[in-house]
């Protein structure tokens, strides 16, 4: 059982930048690719970015391309969701996830089998 914490969410003006956090249980982090996704209210889950086991191969979804940045830090279990010119678009609940089988392009909420519970983020206009 792996178990991942978010953190680093918070309000911010648009065009401001925030980093997330997400740290997990395991020891064997670095057997995982890890997705960051995100919900709106309303709205269904989403893809938002992945990085691979090794932190090597990246893939981000158009509407963050240029803005947002993954990357992980195995020796510290944690991977980062760097967060810049965001936008009012950008306000949804963030979930990182990690999965055993998949990959960077790993963009279907199905292919995880462990989430965290969630942070906020919010981009007021």
């Known amino acids: ?9 918070g309000l911010v003006q648009a065009g401001g930048s925030l980093r997330l956090s997400c740290a997990a249980s395991t020891r064997t982090f670095s057997t995982y690719a890890v ?5 709106a209210p309303g709205m269904e889950r989403e893809f938002v970015t ?3 086991r090794g ?5 981000y979804a158009e509407s963050v391309k240029g803005r947002f940045t993954i ?7 944690t ?8 936008k009012p678009e950008d306000t949804a609940v ?8 998949g990959s960077s392009r790993s963009v279907q909420a199905a292919e995880y089998d462990y ?4 942070t906020q983020v919010t981009v007021s206009s």
Request: proline content about 0%.
């Open 35 to 39: 997705g960051w996704f995100r919900q």
């Open 115 to 118: 989430w965290g519970q969630g």
């Open 94 to 101: 963030y979930y990182c996830a990690a999965t055993a089988g």
């Open 71 to 77: 990357s992980r830090d195995n020796a510290k279990n």
């Open 55 to 59: 932190g090597i191969s990246t893939y």
């Open 79 to 86: 991977v980062y969701l760097q967060m810049n010119s965001l």
């Open 50 to 52: 992945a990085v691979s």
């Open 1 to 9: 059982q792996v178990q991942l914490v978010e953190s680093g969410g």
